[in-house]
């Protein structure tokens, strides 16, 4: 792991070169992602590189980069290593306009003063989030989400423990306990947890990320520090200590951990690498375009800080329903080959390709065959009928929501299962969505559904499609109920487009009185 390399793809400069980076913008939409530029300077030429928000952690503000590889950093001439309390009342907050050195650019330089010992530093305010706010990728991006928290999980508290029951759209590499130390701590500490929370409301309503210093406890740090005689300038935060849970045990449950047991049964399919080589790549690209990640670059978040609890509670695993663990292939074996170019990108798991894919489109714009094809013909039944003001479709593939899931493919294991999602609007202007996925003889019923809030929808029909992903070809009824989704199921019959339009609008009618069946 320590030898691999990551490296930006657009890195401009010559092999050997130290490029040192100079400033970080401000994040900003592009593109349906959250995107930064990282300006670096050499030989008196500064160039400015776009990149995921997620490279963050990445990044350290003076310090110097070769080849484009950001595992590696070399800090500049004259730091030192520091180790600091800030004290609440010893921190003011500072910014300024700032011309980037080198460019035509400006940006707005945000930062707290922090007194020690009789010394005034600068830390920057971009330092606090990648470092104390949100030191992993899945914490970056939920900074800009408004009350997210519970579509990935429910918070349980009981005596002296807590217990989170993640859904499907959290990760289960995020299960790791350094990861799970650091939520708990964020949920834990009110102060933390209020400051984290508000970024969002700021960043929506003015386009810029900006707290005031509201933490109620000290924090000691070890930094990077560009000494001068009165303090110096905070460039990297190398740890975090005397970090406390107020809590003894955490447990937790996800989808993905399940109870197994040892079967005699030969493997249903494998998945191998097109390339033929089975270990890790030497050498992964950074590339904004791509929607994906690995879990690599978490782990090369977390090398580049340690984080010190007073003490650490218990962490308890528990297992959901049991699954056969089939240890090895025979003739029946399907093998399914993934062509892994060892590009990717350190935007949010998965992308946000979901979110960014899930456009509507007009009905009449929707070319399906099939049984995607028949709904089609019921939706525009729907249309003409007095209770329906309009209908838009979103449509995709369930390969979206994973990479590894054979459900995600048809039978001939090739061809994409595909959905459809209809969203339709009704008197008083109230939205029900209803979801079709091919079903190539399962038992899979249509979804007919109540979102709480429309504004949050694009993340409820990820967390919908992913629990069927994960559940191969299931509905996750208690995922539903978990997010406070209203929802009923119609089984699929042979009858013609008109019976099967009257049946779903009982339905509709049902869900919006609150009955659920």
Same mark, same amino acid.
């Given at each position: 792991?320590?030898?691999?390399?990551?490296?930006?793809?657009? %890195?401009?400069?010559?092999? +050997?070169?130290?490029?040192?980076?100079? %400033?970080?913008?401000?994040?900003? !939409?592009?593109?349906?992602?959250?995107? #930064?530029?990282?300006?670096?300077?050499?030989?008196?030429?500064?160039?400015?590189?776009?990149?995921? !928000? +997620?490279?963050?952690?990445?990044?350290?503000?003076?310090?110097?980069?070769?080849?484009?590889?950001?595992?590696?950093?070399?800090? =500049?001439?004259?730091?030192?290593?520091?180790?600091?309390? #800030?004290?609440?009342?010893? $921190?003011?907050?500072?910014?300024?306009? !700032? /011309?980037?050195?080198?460019?035509?650019?400006?940006?707005?330089?945000?930062?707290?003063?922090?007194?020690?010992?009789?010394?005034?530093?600068?830390?920057?305010?971009?330092?606090?989030?990648?470092?104390? *706010?949100?030191?992993?990728?899945?914490?970056?991006?939920?900074?800009?989400?408004?009350?997210?928290? =519970?579509?990935?999980?429910?918070?349980?508290?009981?005596?002296?423990?807590?217990?989170?029951?993640?859904?499907?759209?959290?990760?289960?590499?995020?299960?790791?306990?350094?990861?799970?130390?650091?939520? &708990?701590?964020?949920?834990?500490?009110?102060?933390?947890?209020?400051?984290?929370?508000?970024?969002?409301?700021?960043?929506?309503?003015?386009?810029?990320?900006?707290?005031? %210093?509201?933490?109620?406890?000290?924090?000691?740090?070890?930094?990077? &520090?560009?000494?001068?005689?009165?303090?110096?300038? #905070?460039?990297?935060?190398?740890?975090?200590?005397?970090?406390?849970?107020?809590?003894?045990?955490?447990?937790?449950?996800?989808?993905?951990?399940?109870?197994?047991?040892?079967?005699?049964?030969?493997?249903?399919?494998?998945?191998? /690498?097109? /390339?033929?080589?089975?270990?890790?790549?030497?050498?992964?690209?950074?590339?904004?375009?791509?929607?994906?990640?690995?879990?690599?670059?978490?782990? #090369?978040?977390?090398?580049?800080?340690?984080?010190?609890?007073?003490?650490? =509670?218990? $962490?308890?695993?528990?297992?959901?329903?049991?699954?056969?663990?089939?240890?090895?292939?025979?003739?029946?074996?399907? @093998?399914?080959?993934?062509?892994?170019?060892?590009?990717?990108?350190?935007?949010?798991?998965?992308?946000?390709?979901?979110?960014?894919?899930?456009?509507?489109?007009?009905?009449?714009?929707?070319? &399906?065959?099939?049984?995607?094809?028949?709904?089609?013909?019921?939706?525009?039944?729907?249309?003409?009928?007095?209770?329906?003001?309009?209908?838009?479709?979103?449509?995709?593939?369930?390969?979206?929501?994973?990479?590894?899931?054979?459900? $995600?493919?048809?039978?001939?294991?090739?061809?994409?299962?595909?959905?459809?999602?209809?969203?339709?609007?009704?008197?008083?202007?109230?939205? $029900?969505?209803?979801?079709?996925?091919?079903?190539?003889?399962?038992?899979?019923?249509?979804?007919?559904?109540?979102?709480?809030?429309?504004?949050?929808?694009?993340?409820?029909?990820?967390?919908?499609?992913?629990?069927?992903?994960?559940?191969?070809?299931? %509905?996750? @009824?208690?995922? *539903?109920?978990?997010?406070?989704?209203?929802?009923?199921?119609?089984?699929?019959?042979?009858?013609?487009?008109?019976?099967?339009?009257?049946?779903?609008?009982?339905?509709?009618?049902?869900?919006?009185?609150?009955?659920?069946?």
């Amino acid at each position: 792991m320590s030898k691999q390399q990551v490296k930006l793809d657009n %890195w401009p400069f010559n092999n +050997g070169e130290k490029a040192q980076l100079t %400033w970080i913008s401000s994040p900003f !939409w592009q593109s349906k992602k959250i995107m #930064i530029y990282a300006y670096f300077r050499i030989n008196g030429k500064t160039e400015k590189l776009l990149a995921d !928000w +997620g490279t963050l952690p990445a990044l350290a503000i003076q310090h110097y980069y070769m080849n484009g590889d950001i595992r590696k950093s070399i800090a =500049p001439a004259g730091t030192e290593e520091v180790e600091m309390t #800030i004290y609440p009342n010893n $921190v003011s907050y500072f910014e300024k306009e !700032w /011309s980037i050195y080198g460019t035509n650019d400006k940006d707005m330089s945000r930062s707290f003063i922090v007194s020690s010992d009789n010394k005034n530093y600068i830390l920057p305010l971009i330092e606090v989030v990648r470092s104390i *706010l949100a030191p992993n990728r899945f914490l970056l991006y939920r900074l800009f989400e408004t009350n997210s928290f =519970p579509q990935y999980f429910i918070e349980q508290y009981g005596a002296n423990k807590i217990h989170l029951d993640f859904s499907s759209l959290y990760h289960r590499k995020y299960t790791k306990d350094n990861f799970l130390y650091q939520l &708990v701590w964020l949920l834990s500490n009110q102060d933390l947890r209020r400051i984290f929370e508000n970024v969002a409301y700021t960043f929506i309503n003015m386009g810029i990320v900006k707290f005031d %210093w509201l933490f109620t406890k000290p924090i000691t740090i070890k930094a990077i &520090v560009k000494s001068t005689s009165n303090g110096g300038t #905070i460039l990297r935060i190398t740890n975090v200590k005397n970090k406390q849970i107020p809590y003894s045990e955490i447990s937790f449950s996800h989808p993905e951990i399940i109870q197994t047991e040892k079967s005699g049964e030969a493997k249903k399919y494998t998945l191998h /690498s097109k /390339s033929g080589n089975g270990n890790q790549q030497n050498e992964l690209t950074l590339d904004e375009q791509v929607e994906g990640t690995t879990d690599n670059f978490d782990l #090369i978040e977390m090398e580049n800080q340690v984080h010190e609890y007073v003490k650490l =509670p218990k $962490v308890t695993k528990i297992r959901r329903n049991s699954n056969k663990q089939r240890n090895f292939e025979d003739e029946n074996t399907k @093998k399914y080959f993934i062509d892994d170019q060892g590009r990717r990108s350190t935007s949010d798991v998965g992308g946000n390709k979901v979110a960014k894919g899930l456009e509507n489109k007009s009905l009449y714009d929707i070319q &399906v065959q099939g049984e995607l094809g028949e709904f089609i013909k019921v939706l525009k039944v729907l249309e003409n009928y007095s209770e329906v003001q309009s209908i838009n479709v979103i449509q995709g593939s369930l390969n979206e929501f994973s990479d590894t899931k054979r459900f $995600v493919y048809l039978n001939d294991g090739v061809t994409e299962r595909k959905y459809v999602i209809a969203e339709i609007v009704l008197f008083a202007n109230k939205v $029900v969505s209803v979801i079709e996925v091919e079903r190539e003889d399962m038992a899979l019923s249509t979804l007919i559904c109540k979102l709480k809030m429309q504004q949050d929808k694009n993340y409820c029909y990820k967390q919908t499609l992913s629990g069927l992903v994960n559940n191969n070809g299931t %509905w996750d @009824k208690k995922q *539903l109920s978990f997010n406070e989704i209203k929802f009923s199921t119609l089984k699929h019959g042979k009858k013609e487009a008109q019976h099967r339009a009257n049946l779903l609008v009982n339905k509709f009618i049902k869900i919006l009185r609150g009955i659920t069946c």
